[in-house]
């Protein structure tokens, strides 16, 4: 499995078989100023409705879009959606988000999307096992540093990859990546935006991959 940050919350994943999924993609402007999504995908699976995370449109290739909670089969691959919210008043002010899990190549990740709260036990137990987590750090607008961390230890993946942090191409007013790293051991910063994964190669323990993004 490779593993593409294409900018924000949006990653390509692609599988050794060259099934392509693109996470929340992104509309460029108004904050996000990364280079517009390009890639071909199979599957999209969308968090929430909102312009920085839904662009479907821009993705080429038609690819079947996962966007709600419940279980979902595409092409050999079962997408479990989980419910949540944008924040810590049950959508109130952001409405809802939704946590997507799949195993690919029998690696299991979890892209927790716009994540704004802490995780209850019955979420914990519908994602269950996270080889890789894909977790929002930057605060604001979802779950915070110290809220980010805590999760990262409950769901205790083999690899954390941060995501929707403040760069130099995004100006929305959440923290850098830099303050979730403080005090963290095991990080391991790529100087690519792309990462490969093999079942039998990953670590015991939490290792923390920042991956660079497009300039």
């Not at 038609?62 to 479990?80: C, D, L, Q, R």
């Not at 927790?112 to 137990?125: N, R, S, T, V, Y």
């Not at 995004?170 to 994964?197: H, M, W």
């Amino acid at each position: 499995m490779k593993i593409k940050w294409l900018g924000h919350s949006s990653f390509l994943i692609t599988s050794d078989e060259g099934i392509k999924i693109i996470t929340d993609p992104y509309a460029t402007g108004g904050g996000i100023n990364y280079a517009k999504i390009s890639e071909l995908a199979d599957i999209v699976t969308v968090s929430h409705q909102h312009s920085d995370h839904n662009d479907v449109a821009q993705v080429k290739g038609n690819p079947i879009v996962v966007k709600e909670a419940g279980t979902k089969e595409i092409k050999g691959i079962e997408f479990v959606g989980i419910s949540s919210y944008h924040d810590d008043a049950k959508g109130k002010q952001r409405g809802p988000n939704s946590i997507f899990c799949f195993t690919m190549d029998e690696i299991r990740v979890c892209h927790l999307g716009d994540l704004g709260h802490e995780l209850d036990a019955q979420q914990l137990g519908q994602i269950g096992r996270v080889d890789i987590l894909l977790l929002p750090v930057g605060g604001f607008y979802t779950i915070d540093v110290k809220l980010a961390s805590q999760i990262g230890q409950k769901l205790a993946p083999k690899v954390i990859i941060p995501m929707h942090y403040k760069t130099s191409k995004c100006t929305y007013p959440i923290a850098n990546v830099e303050e979730f790293l403080k005090g963290k051991q095991n990080i391991r910063r790529l100087d690519s935006t792309e990462v490969e994964f093999k079942k039998g190669e990953l670590l015991t323990g939490t290792q923390i991959i920042v991956l660079k993004h497009e300039k």
